[in-house]
C-alpha cells in the first residue's frame, strides 16, 4: 500500500469512528428523552374530548406520540385481562379497576383518582325540558319517549344511572322504557339524533354538544360518588408515569375543569 493510500485509509477510518460515535451518541441521547416512544392509553369513552385535548398538549411539549383508545371501562378491562398492550387504563369508576387489579394487570402503587363528575338528564336541544331530580319528582311522566342509559349491567355510567333512579323512586316506572347503550357517548349520540325523548348522561358529556339541553342534575347523593381511577398497566413503558402525572397535575387541571369534570381530594 503506497502512501496516499495509506493516508486515505485513515481518513476514511477517522470519518467513520466520528459518524459512529455520532449517532451512538444521538441514539443515547434520544432514547433518554424517549423519542419517538408511543404511549398507549386506554380511556372510558366519556373522557373522549377532555383527553385528546390533553394528549396533544402533552405531545407538543414532549418526544412522544399519545395513542387513545376508546370505549366503555368494562370492555377495555376485559382487553387488558387478555393481554392487549396498554400502558394507562383510566376507568370511568372503581370497580373496573378493581377487576383489573385482582387480575394483576395495573401497578396498584401508581393508581390514583384524576378527577370527578356529575350526573344529568339530557333532552335534545330542540325539546328542552326543566325538572327538579329529587325524590317524589314524576321524571316517567316529564317525557313520554324512551330513556338512554349505558347498560346498566356493564357500563358505569349506566349503574350510576340506575341507583339514581332507585333512590329517587323512578325505576320502577321506567325501567321498561330504557334505551340501554354499550358506552354513555352511546346515548348522548341517540338524545343528539331524537331518537329518544331524555338521557343521562354525565354533564361532561352534555357540555360537549350542542345537540342537548340539561334538564337538570342528580343529587350527588342520589348514586356513588363518580371518581376516574388511573393506572399504569403491567405492560407500561418507559414515559408512561410522567404522563399519568401531567393528567393528574396542575397544568391538565384547567382543561378537566372546562370540560365538565370536577377535582377530588387525594
Known sequence: MNRSMSLR???YCCLFAVTYFCVATCSVRAGGQEANATLTVFAAASATDVLTALA???????????????????????????????????????KWMDYVAEKHRIRAESRKDIVGNRLVLVTPANKPLTIKLEKGA????????RLAIGDPDHVPAGTYAKEALQNL????????????????????????????????????????????AVAGQFPANSHHAIRYPAALCVTAGAGAGAFLEYLAGKEA??????????????
Open 9 to 11: 485509509f485513515v481518513v
Open 56 to 94: 396533544k398538549q402533552y405531545e407538543a411539549k414532549h418526544p412522544v406520540k399519545v395513542r387513545l383508545s376508546f370505549a366503555s371501562s368494562s370492555v377495555l378491562a376485559r382487553q387488558i385481562e387478555q393481554d392487549a398492550p396498554c400502558d394507562i387504563f383510566l376507568s370511568a369508576d372503581q
Open 253 to 266: 387541571a384547567p382543561v378537566w375543569a372546562a370540560a365538565g369534570f370536577v377535582s377530588v381530594d387525594r
Open 169 to 212: 323512586g323512578s325505576w320502577a316506572a321506567l325501567k321498561d322504557r330504557l334505551a340501554p347503550t354499550e358506552n354513555v357517548r352511546a346515548a348522548l349520540k341517540l338524545v343528539e339524533l331524537g331518537e329518544v325523548d331524555a338521557g343521562i348522561v354525565y354533564l361532561s358529556d352534555a357540555k360537549s354538544s350542542a345537540k342537548v
Open 138 to 145: 314524576d321524571l316517567a311522566g316529564a317525557f313520554t319517549g
